[in-house]
């Protein structure tokens, strides 16, 4: 069973910069793909980025391209989501998910497990 703990979220200014950090335990998820989802209050939870096993292909949501970037390290078991040019829009509860397959997908639903979230909350 794989436990994800995300941490490094907290209050920031528009325009500045957060990393999120998202370490796994209980297995090796190197050959898993991974990905960031978010919810803000009263939305559902959206795709934000998302990585395949070995960090060759990511996806972004439109929101964020150019701005968030998703990285792992497979040695720490661990994967980041880098947040530059934070906007109030970007306020919401961030989540980490993997997959038992190799390669990312968009979709919520095809994600087997979940952290508990991490809050971002961006003032104007």
């Known amino acids: 069973q794989v436990q994800l703990v995300e941490s490094g979220g907290g209050l920031v200014q528009a325009g500045g910069s957060l990393r999120l950090s998202c370490a796994a335990s209980g297995r090796t998820v190197s050959t898993n793909a991974m990905g960031w989802f978010r919810q803000a209050p009263g939305k559902e939870r959206e795709f934000v980025a998302a990585i395949g096993w070995s960090g060759g292909f990511t996806y972004y949501a439109d929101s964020v391209k150019g701005r968030f970037t998703i990285s792992r390290d497979n040695a720490k078991n661990t994967v980041y989501l880098q947040m530059n040019s934070l906007k109030p829009e970007d306020t919401a509860v961030y989540y980490c998910?993997?997959?038992?397959?190799?390669?990312?997908?968009?979709?919520?639903?095809?994600?087997?497990?979940w952290g508990q979230g991490t809050q971002v909350t961006v003032s104007s």
């Open positions: 998910a993997g997959r038992s397959r190799s390669w990312a997908t968009m979709t919520l639903s095809e994600y087997d497990y």
